[in-house]
Structure formats: structure tokens, C-alpha cells
């Protein structure tokens, strides 16, 4: 994925190649194509090319010049014979919203007499799941015959491709208003053709659109503009400040809600794999923009709210005030490479941080100015989280929180690094669980101080409990979690299933030294 190019306006999303190319066909590194555009957790199209007298043009360049925007830069060589300079040239425009694509492709010629060619886009439609494309495998929809492509009755530039309930309608425009595009339909390959004259020494276009229909998706695009369009970095290096206006830009694209909340914002995790709510990724991203507004967090805190558990559930691994892991519009089954055993449901609660990360979110969003009519609005949701510190998190009663999948199919490791072997004794030893990470008992130090201040500040009970019992995590802490490896005392990784410290120097420590 490292040479492809995105552009991103939640829930939609479209990568191509570092030319402008759309090609899941193509092979990286022996693994299936990320190419193609997306709404939601679906594949709509894997392929978009330009074909140019039965040639795809060269392209010669590609830039984003702002959110959702891509141009190619092409050379059709095949026009005026065998030359370096070629006399056509096309230059591909790509608009992204979050429900469609709008692909608009003008040819500019510098030849003294008019030309005529044949100008065409070949689309291929494939409904591949994001997991099958994670894990290389094919479109299942389409394989299985779940997958219709079809003519739009009555209309001669339209087409439409049908799977499920979802919907995607591909329509051609005209040449600069005049002139019959022809859509030809062969299984899921849609090609639109136009017969192309264009004057001398000037330019023409045409185009076509692409819109989705997707009542099923777990999340939609935010309702409100962006808080932050307004920002703009400037620095003496025009590297750094290219960088940071490029990641704001960036930011705006994930923002996302959900249909119960549509006015509650929140950013998605990231593309491609992680587009939708995750609650540890939308509480450290709303976090890190404190500086530049709240509403990013209220929202991100109310949607999770929204799905706070209040009963508990091993399927979900939900249990009451647990704040959310993952949301899904479908059950997440890994397939293919990736095919490890993992199946999570739409609603899957297998995280160990983001109840902590809820409570110190909400209280530094009100210290950076939240009105605290929307704080207060919380306070119940805030005492449930805090009673899942003291009465789930810490799953053996030992005193400190940790995490084991109950259900032989759900994550491992439930910490923010949750690959499979992510815990491991310095020899290289996997550790068994359950698991107490280190920095999750500084969330949870963290998370009691802060909620207590919380508490205490709108004349809440429990205040001061809180604060005992985040002196006795301390306490604990420090005298069990630290190691020496001969060079040096530091905390190891984790206490594994029989409470001895895994002992590998890990960067999860540095989390300690912004907790307290």
C-alpha cells in the first residue's frame, strides 16, 4: 500500500496508483490490489481505466490539490504517430463524495487541425468485502452470482449494478453536451465509449458519475462543516507546513457519524481497513485536537455513549460501562492470508483502554472550554464507566485491569497493540493471559483522578473514593510491575496469567509517563 494514492471523504474512499491508475487486477508484492472505490466496507469498483483509440494513455503525473480531489495527467502517444512530445493530452479529474464519484476527463489537443478519436473508460464493479480484499481473496458477491449489472430501462447513458440492498448507478455524460455515449455490459465489466472531436489547438470533456446507495452502512459522513477548514499552518520550512496543512486536510476526510447521532462527529480510525468507530482510535485522535476545537470530542464521547454496554455479554465481550471497541455494518470474519480464526460481531466490545480513555477525554474536554451543559449531560455515563474500573476491568481480582477473549474467536490482545504475538517474554515467549498491560493501569490512575475531579466539580458522590482507589492502583503498581534486567530497573510490558512480569522493554511504558 505504500505506492498508492488516497483520496478520503468518509464513508467513501478511493485508491489508486501514484499515476492515477485504478487496477485491482494488478499484483503488489503478491497481494491483491488495494485499488478501487469504496463506500463503507464495500468494493464498489476495482477498476477505472482511460482508454484512448483502444490504448490507455500515459500518465505523467498526479496530485490532490484538496479534500477528495485527484488529476492525472496523461499523454495519449498513440494519436499523432511516434513522437516525445505527444499533441493530446488528457488531464483526469476525480471528485470523491460520500456517496459517489464524479470522473471528468478533459482532452486538450495542440494540433492545427480538429481530431477525431474514440475515447473510452472501462469499469469493472466487484463488491468485495474489506476483509476479502485485506486478506487477498476475491469478491465473494461475485463469484456467487449476488452481484447484478444491468441497463437502466429507459435510459440509453446509465447503468445500474445491484447486490443486496446496496445500489450503484454509473452514468455517462455526453460530449460538452452533445453526442450519444454507448455503454457496452459484459458480466461486471461496464465500458462507456465516446467518439471525440476535438478542435483545433482547444479542448473538450466528458465524464460520468458513480452514486451509491447504501442503506446498510454503519456509519455515514458528518453532518457539519469541518471545524478546523479554517485552519491554516504556516512555518519557515514550507515542508513542515505543507505536512501538518496536508494531515488537517486529511482529518477532515475521516470525520464520520453514525445514523442514530448524525450531528455528533467523530474520526474514523483510518483507511482503508479501519474506516468506521473504533473507541480507542476516535478518543486519541479527538484528543490530539483538543487544541483546535471540542466538538470532535463531545461528538466522538456521545456516539460512544450512545453504545455503552449495560449488560454483560461474552459474544460482545460487553460488560456494564464498558465503552465500545469496533463497529461494524456486518459480523467481521477474517478471510484469506488473514484467515487466523478472528470473527467479531457488528458490535464488538474486546477492548481494555477505551473505558479509561472515555473518562480522561471527557475531562479534558472540559478543561479546554466543552460547555459543561453537554459534561453534565454525560455524568451518568461517566459513573458507569468508573464503576466498570472497579467492578469488570479487573476480571480476577487482583487489583489490576486485564483482558482475556472468552470466546476462542475474539482478539487476543485487546490493548492498543493487538496483533496476536504483541505480548511477549524477552526470550521471545508469547505470554499467556490474561493480560495486565502496563499503561492500561496508568489509564486507569489517570482515569480515576480525572473523573473524580469530574464528580467533584458538579457535586457528585464518589469523588474522594476515586481518588483512594487510584492511590492504591499506585501502590500496587510500583511494587509489582518493576524489573531489572541488569542494566537498569524499568516496568515491564505486563503481569501475565500468573502475575509475574513479563519482562521485555517495550515503548508501551512511555504511556506511563503521561498518566501520573
Known sequence: MHDMKPLVVAPAQLWETADGTVDASQQHAGAANIAGFYVGDTRIISRIIPVVNGEAPTAIAWNSPQKGVGVSSMVARNVDGPTVDPSVRIAENRTLEPDALHERYVLRSVMTDPVTLDF??????????????????????????????????????????????????????????????????????????????????????????????????????????????????????????????????????????????????????????????????????????????????????????????????????????????????????????????????????????????????????????????????????????????????????DGFLEYIDRTGHGLSNQGWKDSGDSVRWNDGRIADGPIALCEVQGYAYQAAILGADVLEKFGRPGAEDWRAWAKRLKTRFNEVFWVDDGNGRYPAIALDRDKKPVDSLTSNIGHLLGTG
Open 120 to 397: 473510452s473508460v472501462k469499469l469493472r464493479f466487484d463488491m468485495a468485502s474489506m476483509q476479502e480484499i485485506k486478506g487477498g481473496a476475491s469478491s465473494s458477491a461475485a463469484a456467487n452470482g449476488e452481484v447484478i449489472l444491468s441497463r437502466v430501462p429507459g435510459d440509453a447513458c446509465s447503468a445500474e449494478v445491484a447486490y443486496g440492498e446496496l445500489r450503484a448507478t454509473v452514468t455517462a455524460e455526453p460530449q460538452d453536451g452533445s453526442g450519444v455515449p454507448s455503454i457496452i455490459l459484459d458480466g461486471l465489466d461496464c465500458v462507456i465509449s465516446w467518439q471525440v472531436t476535438i478542435p483545433a489547438r482547444a479542448e473538450t470533456s466528458v465524464g460520468l458519475h458513480i452514486a451509491v446507495s447504501s442503506p446498510r452502512n454503519a456509519v455515514i459522513a458528518a453532518n457539519a462543516d469541518c471545524p478546523w477548514a479554517d485552519v491554516q499552518v504556516e512555518a519557515a520550512d514550507n515542508r513542515v507546513s505543507n505536512w501538518v496543512n496536508t494531515s488537517l486536510r486529511d482529518l477532515d476526510g475521516l470525520r464520520m457519524s453514525i445514523p442514530a447521532l448524525p450531528d455528533d462527529e467523530f474520526l474514523a480510525a483510518g483507511a482503508p481497513w479501519f474506516f468506521t468507530l473504533f473507541g480507542r482510535d476516535s478518543l486519541w485522535a479527538a484528543r490530539f485536537m483538543l487544541p483546535l476545537t471540542t466538538r470532535t470530542a463531545m461528538g466522538a464521547l456521545r456516539t460512544l455513549a450512545h453504545f455503552q454496554a449495560t449488560e454483560s455479554d461474552i459474544q460482545t465481550n460487553a460488560d456494564p460501562g464498558k465503552i465500545m471497541h469496533e463497529l461494524r455494518a456486518e459480523p467481521l470474519v477474517q478471510t484469506g492470508a488473514f484467515n487466523d480464526g478472528t470473527s467479531l460481531p457488528p458490535l464488538y466490545y474486546g477492548t481494555i483502554d477505551a473505558t479509561e480513555l472515555w473518562i480522561i477525554l471527557l475531562a479534558e474536554a472540559l478543561r479546554w472550554g466543552a460547555p459543561e451543559q453537554e459534561i453534565e449531560a454525560l455524568l451518568p455515563n461517566l459513573e458507569a464507566a468508573l464503576a466498570w474500573l472497579r467492578d469488570w476491568g479487573d476480571c480476577d481480582g
